[in-house]
């Protein structure tokens, strides 16, 4: 995934933060979403591309490891690609919600698996 982006690009994980910047933070970050979640379902449900910018519209459902809870995002971003097609400047605006607690994983974690 890390090869989509351009060695300095800029990651907003919400458009009121300050930005990630280069492939090393982004690396860093996406690290830490992997390590945290499980039982990840993403669609991309629309995406729009006008000469170098990409907007898509998402969806994602994933299991937070340390609680077990479902939680369920959904969100939009936007994309500006370089001469080669990779992401100089990213942003996205997501919304979460808890909806429920992911029985069989919190088994699984119960029985230490």
């Known amino acids: 995934m890390l090869e989509l ?6 990651y907003r994980l919400d458009p009121f933060d300050e ?3 280069g492939v090393v933070a982004i690396r860093e970050h996406w690290n830490g ?3 945290a979640q499980d039982h990840i379902e993403f669609d991309a449900e629309r995406v729009w591309a006008s000469g170098r910018t990409v907007l898509a519209s998402w969806h ?3 299991t937070r ?3 077990a809870e479902r939680v369920r995002i959904r969100g939009f971003s936007t994309m500006e690609l370089d001469d080669q097609g990779r992401v100089t400047r990213m942003r996205e605006w997501p919304v979460e919600r808890v909806v429920g607690v992911d029985s069989s994983y919190q088994k699984r974690a119960e029985a230490g698996e």
Request: hydrophobic residues 60%; without cysteine; aromatic residues 6%.
């Open 19 to 21: 930005p990630l910047v």
């Open 60 to 62: 994602v459902a994933i």
């Open 65 to 67: 490891r340390a609680s």
């Open 33 to 35: 979403v992997v390590a």
């Open 5 to 10: 982006y351009a060695d300095d690009a800029e």
